[in-house]
């Protein structure tokens, strides 16, 4: 079992459609989550992190976390075509303290 | 805020040649540095973990002698690929967390695209 699995897409939603990015982790003990949004070529820019079980919103964006279930969730309302680009899912692992874990990410596409 | 700086951005070079890629944290001191590399259509790679003044802790399979690291002051760590090869090119990334506990964002650098010829 991996210990940061995304789907790997892509997951193609209309303008204007919620998108709605998995992510499920495998150390019970993970203490915080990350979404790093990466377009194609471009390095990764830190879109949310959460460490509370429950809902962050940000604008259109919004982390859901459930440690009893270990996954974390990114929803994208009112997707616009520019949010097209790979959503990378990082959790910073009890066991590997420093460090991020990164999922191999979920590719969005949004149609016009 | 957050800025992370790398440079440069591409570099084109002929086997056998060293390079040398600079990170910088531009508005806030960065206690912890990564590197990063990745390849086409794949995730991130995670390369070592730099703390500045100590040694940089490098991961599985990553070769320390051909991949030196050196984390000199709180805004600055350096990546050194020494006599790079074809197989070295690759987009290294850095990136840089505040605070000296994992639960922080990392903040990532532009990245440079490293071609050996």
């Known amino acids: 079992q991996k210990e940061v699995e995304q789907n790997s897409g892509p997951l193609s939603v209309p303008e204007g459609a919620i998108a709605s990015l998995n992510c499920t982790y495998s150390d019970r003990g993970s203490q915080s989550f990350f979404w790093y949004r990466q377009y194609s070529g471009k390095s990764p820019e830190l879109i949310m992190f959460i460490y509370s079980n429950g809902d962050k919103e940000d604008g259109r964006f919004t982390a859901q976390l459930n440690k009893a279930s270990q996954y974390v969730s990114l929803l994208i309302r009112d997707s616009q075509p520019s949010d097209s680009a790979t959503y990378l899912c990082a959790v910073n692992l009890r066991t590997g303290f420093q460090k991020l874990v990164f999922g191999t990410g979920t590719r969005l596409l949004v149609s016009p | 805020g957050a800025v992370v700086s790398q440079h440069p951005s591409r570099v084109i070079c002929k086997s056998g040649t060293s390079v040398k890629i600079e990170c910088r944290s531009l508005?806030?001191?960065?206690?912890?540095m990564f590197w990063y590399r990745q390849f086409p259509k794949q995730s991130l790679m995670l390369m070592a973990t730099?703390?500045?003044?100590?040694?940089?802790?490098?991961e599985q399979g990553v070769e320390k002698d051909k991949f030196l690291i050196n984390h000199a002051s709180l805004t600055l760590s350096t990546l050194t690929v020494t006599s790079a090869h074809p197989e070295d090119s690759s987009f290294y990334i850095c990136?840089?967390?505040?605070?000296?506990?994992?639960?922080?964002?990392?903040?990532f650098g532009d990245g440079t695209r490293l071609s050996i010829l």
């Open positions: 508005d806030f001191q960065a206690t912890t």
């Open positions: 990136s840089a967390r505040t605070g000296g506990i994992g639960n922080q964002p990392q903040h």
């Open positions: 730099s703390n500045e003044g100590s040694k940089a802790t490098y």
